[in-house]
């Protein structure tokens, strides 16, 4: 904070600069001018490196919200006076069934607010309910001399993360706060879950605390920080590394774009916002602890098929559009099951509402947002609204019950695949770097689940059908720092990078890994004619030692080196290639794990 006195900014003060997540401020003055902070504090890492692929204990990052509490301090001049006590104590914890690793309670967005007495009160939310029907409760607490009182909860405040009160002091020295609701999970039918909304509504009411006006209790302690493992200590180098990289190919300049075309909010019905956080918590992942250029809410149609949502969804995206730093882009995610399978369906432009599902007259009544018992159509239908709407159409997961036996693909709507995700795997082919280790026969008790592996639905199987798919990578639930769509364009535009998603000028990586790939006077992702097959080069910088680089032809693994150094430069020149339709892409992996994939070049040898 800085104060602003006679005209003059003064020095800046530091209220929470730990290693920490620390944001949301909120300030109030008590009748001794006294200045009270209140903010939320969350986990060290929180964005950074964490998923399926990284193991728990040494994740340098931690997921955007399985922790998050609130603090409140006093300032008197520049001098800190102390912490309140702490308000957790209080609150309802979480179901130890459900949370055994982490029953704490969950409280964010503190709001502080003084009345006419003096009383210093606290608005927060604390997180309730259980696994697939988590929800939101607002209360209100007063700091005394003896700590905060118990936190009194709000009528009919079940609600999203995002969802705030408000509060203003009567003439009485009570208060009047305003708050909304969004559900109620006692009315929620069949599956219980709290996106079936019945009512919703805003509230008013006043609040008669019973504590009288006291001097609250200070405490002269200090933030709990607990050390995460470090990670990515050169990752702002890295980053402009990737910013300013130029490649020029065939008369074209073009510069990379990293985003992140899959990531879920509290406007999902299958997590309710923990521990992928709200909406707001998205932004603040893609702008400051990832540093990305372009991306999507990908909610499950649009925020389950709830008109509010989907308008505030798109809201946020015209809100959080700030070129040339960030280019918000519209979308959401159509999760179909097998063999349909989920796609995530991205636009430039506002008002393409999510493709309704063509379901069986028996399936009409499942109220979960979810794709089964679709038509046999239904992809079809999907594709030609998209092409209607000038969307693109991007599948996902497509090795597992979410996926898809590759019935179905429209190359001009549909150009890239997504082929690694964070929350889960590489499906590239079975037993390809980072791929499921469950990628062999599939245990008749899993058969059923969601990831259950199905062999049709690998990458390298819509290669075999002739398909033209780039590839990307991007997160879905859960996963933060580990998933990147890398995007080759010739400028800064929205336009500019969904058209070069069309063309498949497009690589997947783990990393901050930079990746080259052409093949004369063609770049990757290119389709072309020639008697012969022209010489491939690539070029990998990486973040770490790189351990394997291999040029795959039709499946098959034609090249193969292991530079050991932090960049690689490979020329190859195929000469047996068949006569025919042949595709070839490079993958690299370093040996910390981390991984890159070109788009293929796909070449028609006469």
């Known amino acids: 904070m800085r104060r602003y006195s006679a005209g003059k900014l003064g020095p800046v003060v530091q209220v929470a600069a730990t290693p920490r997540f620390e944001a949301w401020p909120s300030l109030a003055v008590d009748k001794q001018d006294r200045l009270w902070i209140s903010y939320d504090a969350g986990p060290v890492g929180w964005g950074k490196d964490q998923g399926r692929i990284t193991p728990a204990a040494r994740a340098p990052g931690s997921q955007l919200l399985d922790q998050r509490a609130v603090e409140v301090v006093c300032y008197e001049g520049d001098a800190r006076q102390g912490m309140a006590p702490d308000v957790s104590a209080k609150l309802p914890r979480r179901n130890p069934k459900v949370y055994a690793t982490a029953p704490e309670p969950i409280f964010m967005d503190g709001q502080l607010v003084v009345d006419d007495n003096g009383r210093i009160h606290l608005l927060l939310r604390n997180q309730l309910g259980k696994a697939f029907a988590t929800f939101w409760w607002e209360y209100v607490s007063t700091l005394t001399a003896g700590g905060w009182t118990d936190p009194a909860p709000l009528p009919f405040a079940e609600g999203r993360a995002s969802m705030r009160a408000a509060a203003a002091p009567a003439a009485d020295g009570s208060l009047w706060i305003t708050w909304p609701r969004d559900n109620d999970p006692r009315f929620s039918i069949f599956v219980n879950r709290p996106e079936e909304t019945f009512i919703e509504n805003v509230y008013t009411a006043r609040y008669v605390p019973d504590a009288p006006a006291s001097q609250p209790r200070l405490e002269n302690r200090q933030p709990q920080v607990k050390p995460k493992p470090e990670g990515h200590t050169a ?63 990908s909610d499950h149609q649009g925020g389950g098929d709830r008109e509010y949502w989907w308008w505030l969804g798109e809201k946020a995206v015209d809100l959080f559009y700030s070129p040339p730093n960030y280019y918000a882009l519209y979308g959401y995610e159509r999760s179909a099951e ?128 002739g398909y033209r798919l780039g590839v990307i990578a991007s997160s879905d639930h859960l996963s933060t720092h580990i998933s990147y769509a890398l995007v080759y364009a010739e400028n800064a535009s929205r336009a500019a990078i969904h058209g070069a998603i069309l063309q498949r000028h497009t690589y997947a990586a783990t990393d901050n890994i930079i990746l080259e790939y052409t093949m004369g006077d063609h770049f990757m992702g290119d389709e072309f004619t020639s008697p012969a097959v022209p010489p491939l080069h690539a070029r990998i910088i990486g973040t770490a030692p790189i351990e394997d680089v291999v040029v795959v032809r039709n499946n098959q693994v034609i090249y193969q080196t292991s530079p050991k150094g932090m960049t690689a430069e490979i020329n190859y020149d195929d000469r047996t290639p068949q006569k025919g339709l042949n595709f070839y892409y490079v993958r690299a992996v370093q040996k910390n794990r981390m991984a890159a994939w070109s788009s293929p070049i796909w070449v028609n040898v006469k």
Request: with cysteine; aromatic share 10%; glycine share 8%.
């Open 338 to 465: 097998y063999p349909n399978g989920h796609r995530n369906i991205v636009y430039t432009k506002r008002g393409n509402r999510p493709v309704e599902f063509r379901q069986q007259p028996a399936a009409l009544f499942q109220l979960h947002v979810g794709g089964g018992g679709l038509i046999a159509d239904d992809t079809k239908m999907l594709y030609e609204e998209v092409r209607r709407t000038q969307g693109l159409s991007i599948p996902h997961t497509s090795a597992t019950n979410m996926g898809t036996d590759w019935r179905d693909n429209d190359r001009r709507i549909e150009p890239v695949v997504e082929i690694f995700q964070g929350d889960r795997y590489s499906y590239e082919c079975a037993g390809c770097p980072l791929s499921d280790p469950a990628s062999g026969p599939v245990k008749a008790e899993a058969a059923n689940s969601l990831e259950a592996v199905k062999p049709l639905g690998f990458v390298d199987k819509a290669w075999a059908k």
């Open 235 to 297: 990752e702002d180098a890295q980053v402009r590394a990737i910013r300013a990289h130029r490649v020029t190919q065939g008369g074209k300049t073009m510069r990379i774009f990293r985003g992140d075309l899959h990531r879920h909010s509290e406007f999902s019905n299958d997590l309710r916002s923990v521990p992928d956080g709200s909406f707001l918590d998205f932004y603040r992942y893609m702008l400051d602890a990832a540093s990305m250029d372009f991306g999507i809410l």
